[in-house]
């Protein structure tokens, strides 16, 4: 199994800065409390290493240490709420329209492997990446719509 990054609804009245720590995996949990499978989405690691350039272009908040960082936290925690939620919405809208003209069989060019002199290569569904991503679309647009937010958990 490879290493995936957790895209999680959450309620704003939920809201805690320290709810980051009270997270547990298989299954996902806040507390005692497993998190519905329509509140979050896991995304391929490769996946969001490919397109990690444009989630850079958000402000987001990183509530360890308590400061506004660009893009996600890759090896930990990112909260995207506000105005942020919308970047990202057309982010991610506009990353669907590109794929939606891909072949069935998406194979994308990987990180540089210095050892052996070249890049991998990713190999992905193109129906399964583009539910993954109409899910996370779909969780901000919950998010904006009921003044929620999402949190990002890295790897």
Known sequence: MGL???FLYLNSDKYFDEIYKKIHYNPLRIGDNIILEVDYVNIQDDIIVYFFDYFMWLKLYNPCTKKYVDGLC??????IFNDTLVQLKRI???LLIVFSNAPNMIKLR?????????????????EKMM???NKLNNLI???IDESGYILHLGI
């Open 4 to 6: 995936n990054h957790n």
């Open 74 to 79: 890759y090896h930990g925690v990112t909260t």
């Open 92 to 94: 991610i809208n506009g």
């Open 110 to 126: 990987g990180s540089y492997i210095i050892s052996d002199n070249y890049y991998e290569k990713i190999y992905i569904e193109k």
């Open 131 to 133: 539910k993954k991503f």
């Open 141 to 143: 647009e919950k998010a």
